[in-house]
């Protein structure tokens, strides 16, 4: 079955500090995986996908195939990074995506 | 470059009653995609439209149908509606060729049904 599971609802996090955003997958073939953010009032857009690997705002993700797993990091989290955040996959030629139940990231002051 | 825009905003409608949700998608796409969101979970996949036809569905009865215009607008219709479809309704744009590209969405309309 397709699945993706973000163990965490909420991660609290104080300015400065590490950021990891969990996310782990179940897919039977090569699926392709993205993060996706919603800052308040505002709507789902692309964060960053695992074939670009690029870092955008300071975030990462690598996909490690052994481990099924696609976890964000940011070495330093701002105020600013506070959103509900969503790993999707894709992995059939229909190019639908397949979310988790997502995290909220709270950045204190 | 026009966004993804939905409309209505906001809906409530009664149990058993049908419900039309429209999209349009941004400029150059050429496909859309159906999601829901219910309260607290991530959006689900309903269906997709590419060239008018439908290209994929996820886990959702026939009452859930949809159509997609020349245009590459769309339109979700649901019917018999239940409580339980009450939940944000996403739209989203992408443009289908050689390989996948990103999907851009919509704000959303909101769905609740008494």
């Known amino acids: 079955a397709q699945r993706v599971t973000q163990p965490e609802k909420l991660l609290s996090v104080f300015k400065g500090a590490p950021v990891e955003l969990k996310c782990n997958y179940s897919?039977?073939?090569?699926?392709?995986l993205f993060w996706y953010v919603q800052y308040s009032r505002q709507r789902l857009q692309l964060l960053l996908r695992?074939?670009s690997r690029e870092s955008i705002k300071g975030f990462t993700a690598d996909l490690n195939k052994g481990e099924t797993s696609f976890h964000l990091k940011k070495p330093f989290a701002q105020e600013e990074d506070s959103a509900m955040y969503y790993c999707?996959?894709?992995?059939?030629?229909?190019?639908?995506?397949?979310f988790g139940s997502g995290t909220r990231l709270l950045v204190r002051p | 470059e026009t966004g993804v825009t939905q409309s209505p905003t906001h809906l409530i409608k009664t149990r058993g009653q049908q419900v039309t949700l429209r999209c349009s998608s941004q400029?150059?796409?050429?496909?859309v995609s159906w999601y829901q969101q219910a309260l607290g979970q991530g959006p689900q996949f309903i269906f997709q439209?590419?060239?008018?036809?439908?290209?994929g569905r996820g886990n959702f009865p026939p009452r859930f149908s949809g159509l997609q215009f020349p245009n590459y607008s769309s339109e979700l219709n649901v019917n018999a509606l239940e409580l339980d479809d009450s939940a944000l309704y996403l739209c989203?744009?992408?443009?289908?060729?050689?390989?996948?590209?990103?999907?851009?969405f919509g704000p959303g309309t909101r769905l609740t049904v008494t």
């Open positions: 989203a744009s992408s443009y289908t060729g050689i390989k996948s590209y990103e999907q851009y």
């Open positions: 897919y039977s073939g090569s699926p392709e």
């Open positions: 695992h074939i």
């Open positions: 999707a996959l894709s992995g059939d030629s229909s190019y639908k995506l397949i």
């Open positions: 400029s150059g796409h050429n496909t």
């Open positions: 439209y590419y060239r008018e036809e439908e290209n």
